[in-house]
C-alpha cells in the first residue's frame, strides 16, 4: 500500500515540475521577445559588427593563401589595404562624388515633381504625397512655391518672444543635426571596433560560442558554429564580387548613356546589391529617376541597363557564384524580408538574408543529427540487438 502512495507523490511532484519549468520557460520566451524586439536596433548593430568581423576574417584567410605568416600580420595587413582604398576614394573621387550627389539629388526632387504633376493631370489624387516641400525647394520659382508661400507681409521688428522661439527652434534643428550626426558615426566605429575584435581572435569567441550549449549537445554546437561561420564567409566574399561588378557595369552604362551621376548611381546600384530582389527595385527605380531629365531615350536605355544588370545579378553572378553559398528559393527569402522590413525597417531588410541562412543551418544540423543522436542514445542495448537491420 505504501508503494503506489509513494508513485502517485513522485508523479504528482513531476507534474508540478513540469508545469513549473514550462511556466519559466514560457515567461523566459515572452522576455527575450520583448527584449529583441525593444532593443532590435541595438541587437541588429551587433550582428552587423559580427558581420564585418567575418568579412575580415575571410580577407584574412584569402591573405594567408598568397602571402602566409599569423593571423595577426595578415590581419594586419587587409586592414593598411582596406584603409588605403578608402582613403584614395574619399582623396580622389571625394568631390566628384559630393558634387553628383548634390546635383542626384536636385535631379530626383524634379522629377518627383514632375511625376506628381502629370499623375494629377490624368485624375489621380496625389495628396497622400505631400510633396510640398518637395516642390518648393525644386522649383523656387515655379507655381507650386506660388501656391505655397505666401505674399509677404510688411511687419516691424519681431517681439522677444518670437526670436526666442526662433532661437530655440535655431538650436534645437542644430542639437537634432549634431546628435544624428553623433550616432551614425557612432554606429560606424561601434561596427569597426566590434568586427576588428571578432576578427583578430576569432577562436576565442567560437569557442564561447559553443561553451554556451550543454555539454550533451556541444559536438553538435561546434559543428554548428564552424558552419555557420564557413558559410558566411564564402556568402560575404561572392556578395563583395557581385557588388564590385553591379557597381562597375551601372556606372560605365549610365556614362556611356549620358546621365549626370553616373559614378554615384552605380556605388548606389552596388551598395544596393548587398539587399537581394528589393535593393535591385530600389536601385532602378533611382536610376529611372534621375534619367528622366535627359530625355525619353535616356529613360528606356536606363531600364532597358536596370534589366540587364538584374538579369546578369540574377541568372549569371548568383547562380556561379553565390549558390554554392546560400541556396534560399526566391519566394521565402522574399516574403522574410518583407516581414523583418516591416517589423524592424531597414536594419530587418538588410539582414534578412544572413539572417535566414543561419536559421537553415541550425535547422539542417538539428534535423540530421538531433533526432538520430538522441533516438540512438536513448535506445536499449536489447532493442539495438534485436533490430532487423543488425
Given amino acids: 500500500m505504501t508503494v503506489p502512495v509513494l508513485d502517485r507523490i513522485q508523479a504528482r511532484n513531476d507534474l508540478a515540475w513540469a508545469i ?9 520566451f515572452g522576455a527575450l521577445l520583448y527584449t529583441s524586439w525593444h532593443f532590435a536596433g541595438t541587437l541588429f548593430l551587433i550582428f552587423a559588427g559580427i558581420l564585418f568581423g567575418v568579412f575580415l576574417n575571410a580577407l584574412t584567410d584569402l591573405a594567408g593563401k598568397v602571402v602566409g605568416g599569423p593571423h595577426g600580420l595578415r590581419l594586419a595587413l587587409v586592414c593598411c589595404v582596406l584603409t588605403v582604398m578608402f582613403i584614395g ?25 514632375n511625376v506628381k504633376g502629370f499623375l494629377e493631370r490624368q485624375g489621380v489624387d496625389t495628396s497622400f504625397m505631400e510633396l510640398s516641400h518637395v516642390a518648393a525647394a525644386a522649383n523656387p520659382g515655379g507655381p507650386a512655391a506660388t501656391e505655397i508661400q505666401p505674399p509677404p507681409q510688411p511687419r516691424n521688428l519681431p517681439s522677444a518672444g518670437d526670436l526666442a522661439s526662433g532661437g530655440g527652434a535655431i538650436v534645437s534643428q542644430t542639437l537634432k543635426l549634431i546628435l544624428g550626426t ?5 554606429n560606424f566605429f561601434i561596427v569597426l571596433f566590434l568586427g576588428l575584435a571578432f576578427a583578430a581572435q576569432p577562436g576565442v569567441y567560437r569557442r564561447g560560442l559553443e561553451r554556451v550549449a550543454p555539454l550533451r549537445y556541444r559536438t553538435q554546437a561546434s559543428a554548428i558554429v564552424k558552419d555557420t561561420g564557413d558559410m558566411l564567409k564564402r556568402w560575404l566574399l561572392a556578395q563583395l564580387i557581385t557588388m564590385t561588378v553591379v557597381f562597375a557595369v551601372t556606372a560605365t552604362g549610365l556614362s556611356l548613356i549620358g546621365i549626370p551621376g553616373a559614378f554615384i548611381l552605380g556605388i548606389q546600384a552596388g551598395l544596393l546589391a548587398f539587399i537581394p530582389t528589393v535593393g535591385a527595385i530600389l536601385g532602378g527605380l533611382v536610376i529611372v529617376l534621375a534619367a528622366i531629365g535627359s530625355g525619353w531615350f535616356a529613360v528606356v ?9 538584374h538579369a546578369l545579378e540574377s541568372y549569371i553572378l548568383t547562380p556561379l557564384i553565390q549558390r554554392q ?5 526566391p519566394a521565402t527569402l522574399f516574403a522574410m524580408q518583407i516581414l523583418l522590413g516591416i517589423v ?3 536594419w530587418g531588410l538588410a539582414m534578412a538574408l544572413p539572417l535566414m541562412a543561419i536559421g537553415r543551418v541550425v535547422i539542417n544540423h538539428v534535423r540530421a543529427e538531433g533526432p538520430t543522436a538522441d533516438m540512438v542514445t536513448a535506445a536499449p542495448p536489447a532493442a539495438l540487438a534485436a533490430s532487423p537491420e543488425s
Fill in 344 to 346: 524592424f525597417g531597414l
Fill in 182 to 186: 553623433i550616432g551614425a558615426v557612432g
Fill in 89 to 113: 576614394v574619399s582623396v580622389l573621387g571625394g568631390n566628384t562624388i559630393a558634387q553628383q550627389a548634390t546635383a542626384l539629388s536636385g535631379t530626383i526632387k524634379t522629377q518627383i515633381v
Fill in 20 to 28: 513549473a519549468v514550462g511556466g519559466i520557460a514560457t515567461v523566459a
Fill in 301 to 309: 536605355s536606363a531600364f532597358v541597363l536596370f534589366l540587364g544588370v
Fill in 325 to 329: 553559398a546560400i541556396d534560399i528559393p
